[in-house]
Each structure stands twice: as structure tokens, then as C-alpha cells.
């Protein structure tokens, strides 16, 4: 007995031995890279912005509200707002109002770099909550406010006003570079990036990077660390809806049947609820864990350093960290509709519900629909795939030039930021040009804290007008350093 004890005890030291080691040797990975001098923005890239923000380009579920007279505007503003890259780049427009620049470089043996936005944004749901117009663009407490200053039109314009500015120095890049600037992102992005990505593939194109939007510069936003983390995606979550129907006997409320259409959806949605897919630590999220954990405190850097040891900590601990912490870790579940009925005295005869699921890498959407048809277990309830699915995306790589330059020129530009990989919960336009580059990241240069979070498709959308600055610093950075 004593001889088990002792033994007993000396793997309980070399266990804590072990993951001290690991714990003290798990370093910062952080790259030390000194700031640039800040270059004036002229002040007409703000009047080009709220130019930009009031026009209603707006993607509808229904394409027939879809108003093509706001996007042949902004074809107009893009034409005359940027004179020299209209005069001096090759342009080409998809599909009446997706755009594509080609800015030839000097080396034509070096891959290209794709830089990549959106025109459209989504609708005004509740156009009473806003303290300001929408789509006025107005200025207020050192701030731009409208829809699209997030999502996407920030980038766009950020993009173009960074390449106009580097016409008017004369810069020649020897890398090409390719603009591509959707208009229907919001609805798929089939008729403008897929488009776009397609015509690049059939051009034989093969990318050094793609950059497009996605996740931003947190504040106070990662628990265990106290400076700005910038967040540069290296994959997308899929997103699958299922619809789901059942069709029973109705008949009159005064009479109702032991169970309804509406309890066994109800019942099937509150399931589906109640047994998310199991969550897991994707490949995506490994490198924001190697990048962040030498940078926290103790506990955190012990359980990260030691991951293997403490992966259900850690994701037990994202799992109840908050919304979007649940989404790093796991397929969501989202019921967004539920439809039944047609009089308050009448039980109706049908049901229906959609849930909208977001996939982690690793899992696919027919995945999905075998989880979802086996957790309901229920015959009388059908499941289907409805409207606009995709898998994951590929998760690039971090030891790559783009990932590299990326990193950089966010360094040079904002002060005491950390950077990290990371998985982006929602979808982009990125994903269709997985088709010519292994090497798609997203970012975008603005900061991102509990101010302004939850403006993102809601209400009284805002971003800091320095944060615009910097973000035409950091795009002209981006393709200095990239050349």
C-alpha cells in the first residue's frame, strides 16, 4: 500500500512538474514590429464615405424589392469618386453591379493579391429604434453613423481611397492586385464574389492571399487579456437552414387533440435546443490559442499551454462565456421562423419552422440534418435543406506571406495590438475564392468593444472616424508591404 502511495504521489509531481514546464516555457509568438508614421487622409474620404452610406444598395431576401437604381449609383460614385483608378486600372462590372479591378504589376511572375469587400448591407428592421437616419451618413461625437459603416461599405471605400492614394504617389506595385467588390453578399454572393471567383479561376488566376471583411480589432472583448487583439480569420463557419414541417388533423380549439401540429414542431425545435451538436476545439481555433495564451494570465496560460490536458476546461469555459464564445466552439442551433395558423379559434393543420445552423470546421451540413432528423426521433416531423447552405471553409494557413503581411501592417498601424487567428462565426464572401488561393483570410481594421458589438445588422450602426483613417492607412500598408 505504501509503496502504491509513493508511487502514487511521484506521478501526481512529474504530472505538475509536466505542466509547469509547459507553462513556463509557453512563450509570446507575438511578431515585434514598430509603428509607421501615420500619413494625412484627405478630408474628402469622409464626405466619399457618407456619399457612399446614402445610397440605399440593400439586398432583400425577395429579389423582386431588389432596386437596381441605388446600385448604378453607386457604379456612378465609384467612377467618379476615384478617377484614377477608373482611368488607370482594369475594370470589369459582373452582373450589372459586382466589380472587379486589376491593377498589373511590374513582376507578373508573382502571385497576385485579391483585396475584396461588399457594396450592399442588409435592410432596416426597426427604423424607429435608430437615433439617426440610416442612410444620412451622419457625423456625430467623432463618430460616422449609417448602415453599411460596419458592413461593408467601410472597406470598400477604405480600399479604394488607400489605391487612389497610392496612384496619386505614383507607386508601381510589382505584385498585382485585384479589387473585388461584390453587391449581393448579403443574400450568398452568388452572382457577385462567386462570379467574380469563378472568372479569376477560368483566367488560370492562382492568389498569394485574399483578404476580405470578418472579424476586427476586440477591446475588452477576450477574457485573460487586457490589450486590443486583432482578429485575422483563417476559416468561416458553414451555415445550413433545415426546414421543418409537420401536417396532422386540425380542427376546431374548442376540441384540441392531445397533440397539435404546433406541439410537435414545438416539442422537435425545443429538442434540437436542448442537443446542440457536441463542441470541440477546431482547427481553426488552435491558432488563436497558441497565439493569446503566452499573452494572459497564469491560469489561462497554464490551461492553454497544457490544452490537451484541459481541452474540456477550456471548452466548458467558452461554451459559458457568452454568446459568441458558444459559437467559437460548437455548431449553433437557431430557430429563426415558426409559421401556423390562420385563426385563433381554428387548430391548424400544418406547421413549419426553419432553423438556421452554423457549422464549425470539421462538421458538414448533412451532418447536421442526421443529428437534427435523430435527436426529433419523431416520423411525423419532416426535415429538409431550404434556401442557401454551405459547408466550413478550408482553414488557411498561419505560416504563409499574406498571413504574414497581414499581421504586419496591422502591427504598424494600431498601437499595443496583439494579433491572432481565429474562426469567423458568420458567413462572407470569402468563401467562394477558396477557389483560387489556400491562403483566404478576413480582418477588418476597425475596433470593435461593447459600444458598438451589437450595431452590426442592428441598430444605429457606427464606427470611430479615426478608426476610417486608420483603416486607409493600414490598406495602403497592407499593399506596400505585400510588394
Do not use: C
Amino acid at each position: 500500500m505504501k509503496k502504491l502511495l509513493v508511487s502514487v504521489l511521484l506521478l501526481l509531481v512529474a504530472l505538475v512538474g509536466y505542466i509547469l514546464f509547459k507553462t513556463f516555457t509557453f512563450s509570446s509568438k507575438q511578431l515585434e514590429v514598430a509603428l509607421v508614421e501615420k500619413i494625412d487622409v484627405p478630408a474628402s474620404a469622409t464626405a466619399h464615405l457618407q456619399e457612399a452610406l446614402r445610397l440605399k444598395t440593400i439586398s432583400f431576401e425577395d429579389p423582386a424589392k431588389f432596386d437596381s437604381s441605388q446600385f448604378s449609383l453607386f457604379n456612378a460614385f465609384l467612377k467618379t469618386t476615384y478617377p484614377l483608378a477608373d482611368s488607370l486600372l482594369e475594370h470589369r462590372v459582373f452582373n450589372g453591379f459586382s466589380h472587379l479591378y486589376k491593377w498589373e504589376g511590374s513582376h507578373t511572375e508573382l502571385k497576385p493579391m485579391v483585396l475584396m469587400g461588399h457594396i450592399d448591407v442588409v435592410p432596416i428592421a426597426s427604423p424607429e429604434k435608430w437615433t439617426v437616419e440610416p442612410f444620412e451618413g451622419q457625423i456625430k461625437d467623432g463618430k460616422i453613423w449609417g448602415r453599411g459603416t460596419i458592413d461593408d461599405k467601410f472597406s470598400v471605400v477604405g480600399i479604394m481611397e488607400a489605391v487612389e492614394l497610392l496612384l496619386a504617389e505614383g507607386f508601381q506595385p510589382k505584385r498585382t492586385l485585384y479589387l473585388a467588390f461584390g453587391h449581393d453578399e448579403e443574400v450568398g454572393g452568388e452572382l457577385g464574389a462567386k462570379t467574380i471567383a469563378s472568372f479569376l479561376k477560368n483566367q488560370g488566376i492562382e492568389a498569394e492571399y485574399v483578404l476580405d471583411e470578418g472579424y476586427a480589432i476586440t477591446q475588452g472583448l477576450v477574457p485573460g487579456v487586457d490589450r486590443d487583439v486583432a482578429m485575422i480569420g483563417v476559416a468561416e463557419k458553414g451555415s445550413t437552414t433545415i426546414e421543418f414541417t409537420v401536417d396532422m388533423e386540425g380542427g376546431h380549439s374548442s376540441q384540441p387533440a392531445k397533440e397539435t401540429a404546433i406541439d410537435v414542431l414545438a416539442g422537435a425545435v425545443a429538442k434540437l435546443k436542448a442537443e446542440p451538436l457536441p463542441a470541440s476545439i477546431s482547427d481553426a481555433m488552435q491558432g488563436f490559442i497558441e497565439q493569446l495564451g503566452p499573452e494572459m494570465g497564469f491560469i489561462n496560460k497554464m490551461a492553454f499551454a497544457n490544452r490537451k490536458l484541459f481541452s474540456s476546461l477550456i471548452v466548458t469555459t467558452y461554451e459559458n462565456a457568452s454568446n459568441a464564445g458558444n459559437a467559437l466552439v460548437r455548431t449553433t442551433t437557431a430557430p429563426t421562423i415558426f409559421e401556423a395558423g390562420i385563426k385563433e379559434n381554428v387548430i391548424p393543420t400544418t406547421a413549419r419552422a426553419l432553423v438556421n445552423f452554423r457549422i464549425i470546421p470539421g462538421q458538414t451540413a448533412e451532418e447536421v440534418l442526421k443529428h437534427a432528423i435523430e435527436v426529433i426521433d419523431d416520423n411525423r416531423v419532416k426535415a429538409r435543406f431550404y434556401g442557401f447552405n454551405s459547408n466550413p471553409s478550408p482553414v488557411s494557413p498561419t505560416d504563409s506571406k499574406g498571413y504574414e503581411w497581414i499581421n504586419r501592417s496591422i502591427k504598424q498601424i494600431f498601437e499595443d495590438t496583439h494579433t491572432a487567428p481565429n474562426l469567423v462565426i458568420g458567413a462572407t464572401d470569402a468563401r467562394h475564392f477558396s477557389l483560387i488561393s489556400k491562403h483566404v483570410y478576413r480582418f477588418v481594421p476597425y475596433h470593435v468593444n461593447e459600444d458598438n458589438i451589437n450595431t452590426f445588422h442592428g441598430i444605429d450602426e457606427h464606427i470611430l472616424l479615426e478608426d476610417y483613417a486608420n483603416a486607409i492607412r493600414f490598406y495602403r500598408q497592407l499593399i506596400l508591404n505585400s510588394n
